[in-house]
């Protein structure tokens, strides 16, 4: 009888064991699946995990924090930075504003003028002073 209680205590360990081995190798499985890094390219093969921005001006994927000038949210109360960014080609300014999907491209007539597209005018006046409807809403260098 001894034996006979031994003897079943013995499989029911083993089964309970060999299920728990078995489940554990699924685990871990599951976990080894590897992520792609660097696969997030827009539709222009920019890949934003690097830092890189599809520009219209330049026809070529940029780091805007490279070659941008930074405009900062004017202070109105908020407890909040933001930043924008313009790329400066000819009598054309590319502006990247973090409230905007795609980029917007402002025109000037000439030299010394501001550049504008519809409500937007970007100022180069003590550096740059972006406005929008008449309001300040960015300053930069």
Known sequence: MKKLILFSILITLS????KKVSQETKTIKEEAKPKLVGGDADAHGCK?????TWSILKKECVRLFEIGTK???AEDGKTYTTVAYVIFDGNKAELFLDTQKESITLERKSEGDSWIKDDLQLIPWKGY???KA???IYTGQ
């Open 48 to 52: 934003g995990s690097a830092g890189y």
């Open 71 to 73: 405009l900062t949210h």
């Open 134 to 136: 008449g309001k300040i």
């Open 129 to 131: 002073v972006l406005k």
């Open 15 to 18: 089964f309970s064991c060999a």
